[in-house]
């Protein structure tokens, strides 16, 4: 259930915000609806957690697994982290001299050695030289007045030595190929070749100091809580709403005021401490304009769905539905269905068996996370065992005892056989995979009902609840024409009467019965008339509604489809295997190929029960409760 909530203002004097704040966060009761604040501290602790967050990164970068734990104080995870954040920006300075030089190297790397001492030193004696490497045509065109020393040679060009002898017309030439001149490097090759060995040496020596560091990380996670906290304390603080009151126009008295939320049990607490430290205290009944932050309330077993909800981030808005119960039902199905093979249940469940044992060997706490995967393990156990789909293989290679647990009418054992439904009187039947599909559908047609059964029990003292009897309505007449449509026209006839009942007419009649129920109701607020006036201005909506209707129902059929797929793939990776399974020398390979395959192949079914059963909780049914989960967890202030 949604945990009831009561809106909570409070005001006191401006001079005691620090010390009513931390007054609250003792007592760890009120969301306080404070989204922003100011100042330089903010902003301080801000550049501290990033500080810690990157030398944390700087160590784990190095350090795969850390061993060691040293308990240390805020102030001294802190200064630890000061000193590798040092030494980071040391190393990166390293290593972009590093990368400087290696660069230089790489553009000299045909030269060979290269000592600009000894051409500076040539030059103090009045020998002038430089490093050239221009075209050959260009080489060749230089003339007579310019003295050279060929060096290299290829088909395109020519590295020479280039000697100024001070002839006329020599400048001239120089300055056309000027461009071709090799600027010679501030050391020489050899010794940049050594300041990069030296360099990696230093980088070397710091990453070992950075990793001497590693029994700090976990104190350092812990600096960063406790600065995140002092920021929360510092946006709460900053961001109140101030006034200043003056009864004689000098006198002048600062208050500041707030709002949060607070659960409806614990408001005698906060009443009492209001009266202890005469705060002014206003409760009241939150409203639908409020931004009311949700809590969720279940028994063990339905808070086992928190763990998706959690990663999938949806939380259900305060004046929402809190569908824990109903998701984790469904996504159950849905996920059994959707892997499909109880050969697969079986290691899910495997997987998760091993760290269940090992926390209740240990008396430790079974984490939620585990025994949701266990759930689902065993859901996909259980059908494939009510089909007979067992890693892919055909139900001739299965044991006859495995076989008889399945359902007939759904059972891969009986996939060729054809079922025909007492009213049919042997004329037309419906195959095993038309079973799943109709097993589909009426999923859909109970999940959806639900939903408006839900919204019937809340609005049961308002017409308003007629407009959900009419979706009702709506949902069983199109469920019967969707089996006539897609699953078989023959057996779900439009002419069919059963013991007198004209079964397709009905159907027809439900719909449009169910149809004006909710063009009338759906709308209404007190008055029959602006209802019916708010349908007809939306009238588009509503028609493509009935539409809407028909295509949830029928995406329900994509359970049966993605299911269908794994199987599929799974026989198929059998079948390349099973040829090598018969010869030794292939078996590895076989082995090999099953276990990619059957991986692949669970791998992409998970992603399928988040593109689609997720789906059909998150969007078909939250549609039709009109929950569109725009919550947000409630959060109280505390230490």
């Known amino acids: ?212 560091y590693a029994a700090y990380v976990a104190s350092m996670k812990n600096a960063i809580k406790a600065y995140e906290k002092e920021i929360e304390f510092e946006v709460y603080a900053t961001g109140m709403s101030d006034e200043t009151l003056s009864s004689d126009g000098e006198n002048n008295v600062s208050v500041a005021y ?101 926390s209740l060997t240990a008396k430790k706490e079974v984490p939620a996370t585990f025994l949701l995967v266990g759930l689902f393990g065993l859901a996909t156990i259980l059908w494939g065992t009510l089909t007979c789909t067992w890693f892919g293989l055909s139900p001739e290679q299965l044991p006859n005892w495995l076989k008889s647990l399945s359902i007939p009418v759904i059972s891969n054992v009986y996939a060729d056989k054809i079922w025909y439904p007492f009213w049919t009187q042997g004329q037309a039947g419906l195959t095993t995979a038309q079973n799943m599909q109709i097993f589909c559908f009426t999923l859909a047609l109970i999940q959806l009902v639900i939903a408006h059964i839900k919204g019937v029990a809340r609005n049961r003292k308002s017409l308003c609840m007629l407009g959900d009897v009419g979706s009702i309505l709506q949902l069983i007449g199109i469920y019967y024409i969707v089996l006539s ?56 909506s509503v028609l493509l509604g009935v539409v809407n209707v028909f295509s949830d129902i029928v995406s329900y059929i994509r359970l049966w489809a993605v299911g269908l797929a794994g199987a599929a793939i799974s026989a198929t990776v059998n079948e390349l295997a099973g040829p090598l399974l018969g010869n030794f020398m292939f078996m590895v390979i076989a082995i090999i190929l099953l276990v990619f395959g059957h991986g692949l192949n669970m791998i992409l079914n998970v992603l399928s029960v988040i593109v689609h059963g997720i789906r059909l909780n998150t969007l078909e049914f939250s549609s039709h409760l009109n929950m569109s989960w725009s919550g947000h967890k409630f959060k109280p202030f505390e230490e």
């Open 485 to 540: 449509l897609v699953v078989n026209a023959q057996v779900f006839s439009f002419g069919l009467v059963i013991s007198g009942i004209p079964v397709g007419t009905v159907a027809i009649a439900f719909v449009a019965v169910g149809f004006i129920l909710s063009f009338v109701f759906a709308n209404y607020a007190g008055n029959i008339v602006q209802s019916i006036l708010a349908s007809v201005k939306d009238i588009v």
């Open 1 to 212: 259930m949604i945990v009831p909530m009561k809106k909570v203002s409070l005001i006191i004097m401006g001079d005691k915000k620090s010390e009513t704040l931390k007054k609250l966060r003792k007592l760890g009761l009120m969301h306080i609806q404070i989204t922003e604040g100011s100042g330089e501290r903010i902003a301080e602790l801000k550049g501290q957690i990033t500080l810690l967050e990157n030398s944390i990164f700087s160590i784990e970068e190095k350090v795969k697994k850390i061993t060691e734990t040293k308990d240390a104080t805020v102030e001294q995870a802190f200064a630890a982290a000061e000193t590798v954040a040092a030494l980071t920006e040391e190393k990166k300075a390293y290593q972009a001299q590093q990368l400087a030089l290696n660069a230089e190297l790489e553009r000299l790397k045909s030269w060979g050695d290269i000592e600009p001492d000894k051409i500076a030193y040539l030059a103090e004696k009045g020998v002038d030289v430089s490093l050239y490497e221009m075209p050959k045509a260009e080489y060749e065109a230089l003339g007579e007045n310019v003295k050279t020393v060929k060096l290299d040679e290829t088909k395109t060009s020519v590295k020479c030595l280039l000697i100024k002898t001070g002839l006329e017309g020599e400048d001239e030439v120089l300055e056309s190929v000027r461009t071709y001149r090799l600027e010679l490097p501030k050391m020489s090759t050899a010794e940049m070749k050594q300041k990069v060995e030296s360099l990696s040496s230093c980088i070397n020596g710091i990453d070992e100091k950075i990793v001497s």
């Open 258 to 358: 707030f709002t949060g939320y607070i659960e409806a049990e614990n408001v005698d607490c906060i009443k009492q401490a209001a009266e202890s430290n005469s705060w002014g205290l206003l409760v009241e009944d939150p409203t639908e304009e409020d931004n009311v932050p949700t809590k969720l309330k279940n028994n063990k077993f339905v808070s086992l769905i928190y763990p998706l909800t959690d990663f999938l981030g949806t939380v259900p808005g305060y004046f929402e539905y809190d569908i824990s119960g109903w998701f984790l039902f469904f996504i159950l199905i849905f996920f059994g269905m959707i892997f499909g093979d109880g050969g697969y249940g079986l290691l899910i469940t495997a997987v998760a068996a091993v760290p269940i044992v090992k």
